[in-house]
């Protein structure tokens, strides 16, 4: 077994796994971004009495 050669593959491993958790932490911040700008687009958006009041006529 190479040393230099299985050294070289480790480290392209490490830099794979490396890439793919960053790739997620940024999937996840963004996820969480849209996230918040949802709550506050729908917290202006919505009445706050609407649906306070039932009327019913029996």
Known sequence: ???VALSTRMAQTNLQQ???ISVVKMSKD???IEGQALIKMME???LPNLGGNLDIKL
């Open 1 to 3: 077994m190479d040393i």
């Open 18 to 20: 490396e890439v793919s």
């Open 30 to 32: 963004q996820a969480v």
């Open 44 to 46: 202006q958006s919505v």
